[in-house]
C-alpha cells in the first residue's frame, strides 16, 4: 500500500511539475509575443515617416528639376550660389553686422 502511495505522489509530482513548465512556457511566449508586437508597431512607424519624407524630397527634387530646365535656371543657380555666399568676380559683399537677429 506504501508503494502505491508513492507512485501515487510520484505521478502527482510529475504531473504539477509538467503544469509549471506549461505555464512558465506559455508566459514566456506570452511576453515574446507582445514584445514582437511593440517592435512591430515602432518599425510601421518608422516606415510611414520615412515615406513622408521620401515623398517630399521626390516634390523637392521635381521642383528643382522643373527650374533647372526652365529659362530660368541660371537666376537660380545664381540665388543659390548667393544664399552659400559666393559671389561674382569684380563684385564685394557687405555684412550688416549692426542688426541683430
Keep these: 500500500m506504501k508503494e502505491k502511495l508513492k507512485n501515487t505522489n510520484k505521478k502527482m509530482l510529475t504531473k504539477y511539475i509538467a503544469i509549471a513548465v506549461f505555464i512558465v512556457v506559455a508566459i514566456y511566449c506570452s511576453v515574446v509575443l507582445v514584445d514582437n508586437y511593440t517592435d512591430i508597431a515602432r518599425l510601421k512607424s518608422l516606415s510611414a515617416k520615412a515615406n513622408v519624407e521620401y515623398n517630399q524630397q521626390i516634390e523637392e ?14 537666376d537660380y543657380i545664381e540665388q543659390k550660389a548667393r544664399e552659400k555666399g559666393y559671389a561674382k568676380d569684380g563684385e564685394t559683399v557687405y555684412y550688416d553686422i549692426s542688426s541683430s537677429k
Aim: glycine share 0%.
Design 61 to 74: 527634387n521635381e521642383k528643382i528639376k522643373a527650374v533647372l530646365d526652365s529659362k530660368n535656371k541660371d
